[in-house]
């Protein structure tokens, strides 16, 4: 065996044995908890949001739904600077993930991610900055997997981050404006979130099915997908 790639896959072990053990301790289902909000971030200042965006990029690295941070933001911060401070964390985590994978894991996770890297290199191929734009306003899929692949594959780093910050935003926001009402105990902006939360989706079904142009991410996204997609022309023909 060749000594990168016995380095690569001793760093690797050692990187999957430390978020298990962080999994099994629970230390994110600890820190990341509207009471932790409560006690260390909010009325903090600056002090709390960059503690905020730390614990948010390290938690989404790790496979943290991006949801999560982006609903404890509006929580903490309100709509607009939770959105802002949600987005900043999700990104920082896809940019941990992406340069781990690409800088480090590369050997094991294209064995172990082989078919899935291959999907995203050949639908990102042509247009890199549009179809990350697409891959995330899908409202299925896996924002770890996705950022892992994309490190492994020869997908170039600036076109693939700039389309995940730009096509995080709306799902970023749906779910700040969710966790803005929590804290308020407003109701509507929570019934707002899941009806922005549910066009997101139809629209972004039916801009994969329009410009994939015969290519896939897979045979459970398309049918979910196809479902999410013949259910809004459902409603709206309705």
Known sequence: M???VL???LALLATLVAIGWVIESRVFGDVLSAAWIDTD??????VGEVLFL???GL???VALPR???SFLGGYAFGVVLGTLLGLIGTLLGCVVTFFYARVI???LVSARLGARVQRIEDFLAAHPFWMTVLIRLLPVGNNFATNLAAGVSRVPAIPFLLGSLLGYVPQTLV???AGSGVDVGAAWRIGIAVALFLVSGVIGAWLYRKYRHGKTLGAEVDEALEEQADSGSGVQRG
């Open 2 to 4: 060749k000594p990168r």
């Open 67 to 69: 949801h999560v941070v």
């Open 175 to 177: 779910f700040a404006l």
């Open 41 to 46: 971030v909010r009325g903090k200042g600056i």
């Open 7 to 9: 380095v690569s896959g």
């Open 59 to 61: 938690a989404t690295a």
């Open 105 to 107: 894991g590369r050997p």
């Open 54 to 56: 730390c614990v948010a």
